[in-house]
T-cell receptor, first 115, second 117 residues
Framework: AQSVTQLGSHVSVSEGALVLLRCNYSSSVPPYLFWYVQYPNQGLQLLLKYTSAATLVKGINGFEAEFKKSETSFHLTKPSAHMSDAAEYFCAVSRSTDSWGKLQFGAGTQVVVTP | GAVVSQHPSRVICKSGTSVKIECRSLDFQATTMFWYRQFPKQSLMLMATSNEGSKATYEQGVEKDKFLINHASLTLSTLTVTSAHPEDSSFYIC?????????????FGPGTRLLVL
């Protein structure tokens, strides 16, 4: 079975500072991993995904994530936070090797950006 | 990018009534859609996989007779919460899948907030 753990339900970061959101997973099969962002009253938007190619994945809005198999981690980073990055972020792992759409989500991390 | 809509965006109903939620892919066809529910301050939980022209596949613990899913066309899936009760109050989110030879991509709708009184 697959599971996802996001460390920290709330993260506060200063504008211009590094954003680091932690995600650890467990999976009985080679994982497909995803990061989604959810703005208030909007649907989830895909930031980036890992599908067994390069371990360092670059996404939209300056975000990137590194897949580390030895640590079963897929942490999300952005070098310099912007006010518009304030949102909720979800890490997810695909529950099925024949369909990426069945996702197991982490509990989410709310990011607050302070001026 | 591809757009998925949900209707209504929020609904309030009385206990015992049924509520239908629509999920539409506006500019693409989706043979597969997924339904999730999200409780306050919690993550999304997959409820079922909706396949066009066939029966939905429900996750363990999800009552198929209570959460009726119909995927009658390549652009529309509906979730009907039958005989709703206050514990069914939640945020329901759908996603629609585009699948090509190389990968699958999910596009999420904005969600429907259901409040059962």
């Amino acid at each position: 079975a697959q599971s996802v753990t996001q460390l920290g339900s709330h993260v506060s970061v200063s504008e211009g500072a590094l954003v680091l959101l932690r995600c650890n997973y467990s999976s009985s099969v080679p994982p497909y991993l995803f990061w989604y962002v959810q703005y208030p009253n909007q649907g989830l938007q895909l930031l980036l995904k890992y599908t067994s190619a390069a371990t360092l994945v670059k996404g939209i809005n300056g975000f990137e994530a590194e897949f580390k198999k030895s640590e079963t981690s897929f942490h999300l980073t952005k070098p310099s936070a912007h006010m518009s990055d304030a949102a909720e972020y979800f890490c997810a792992v695909s529950r099925s090797t024949d369909s990426w759409g069945k996702l197991q989500f982490g509990a989410g991390t709310q990011v607050v950006v302070t001026p | 990018g591809a757009v998925v809509s949900q209707h209504p965006s929020r609904v309030i109903c009385k206990s015992g009534t049924s509520v239908k939620i629509e999920c539409r892919s506006l500019d693409f066809q989706a043979t597969t859609m997924f339904w999730y529910r999200q409780f306050p301050k919690q993550s999304l939980m997959l409820m079922a996989t909706s396949n066009e022209g066939s029966k939905a596949t429900y996750e363990q613990g999800v009552e198929k007779d209570k959460f009726l899913i119909n995927h009658a066309s390549l652009t529309l899936s509906t979730l009907t919460v039958t005989s709703a009760h206050p514990e069914d109050s939640s945020f329901y989110i759908c996603s629609a899948q585009i699948r090509d030879s190389f990968q699958e991509t999910q596009y999420f709708g904005p969600g429907t907030r259901l409040l059962v009184l």
